[in-house]
């Protein structure tokens, strides 16, 4: 529920009117869940602009590199 | 990678040009995951068409609903 309340807060308090809600690797549903409830609970108004998945390169600690799925959403009023 | 196979054999075979790749709570991250690893790695003139998010209401044993948010993801060739 903080990022629900973090990006109400941040469509109530800046001039945009547009939030992109990112997450990478097994967060990304977390991701979809806050999208999901900022729209259909708190902000009707509010629709899925564009959703947009990537691969990014993340170091490991032994400095290898691990491919993570990302998932960028962007709200827009 | 069986969904990794799964997808690829689905472009394969069938003489469609789209695969749909769907999932719901924790799975998304997977989901990503496979389109991404298709892309990337199999089959590079795939192209992901369109992503849509919902919610889906699912019983649970106590015959309860619980709000369930779910992703597709349309790949075209």
């Known amino acids: 529920m903080n ?6 807060t941040q469509f109530n308090n800046s001039k945009s009117d547009e939030v992109v809600v ?5 967060a990304i549903s977390r991701a979809v869940d806050v999208s999901e409830i900022v729209r259909n ?3 009707p108004t509010v629709n899925v ?5 990537s ?4 170091p490991r600690d032994d400095g290898s590199k691990a ?7 962007t709200l827009r009023k």
Chains 1, 2 share one sequence.
């Open 3 to 8: 990022y629900v309340l973090a990006v109400i």
């Open 22 to 26: 990112k997450a990478r690797g097994r």
């Open 55 to 58: 691969t990014e390169e993340v």
């Open 67 to 73: 491919a993570v799925s990302s998932l960028e959403i």
């Open 49 to 53: 602009a564009s959703i947009v998945t």
């Open 41 to 43: 609970r708190f902000l």
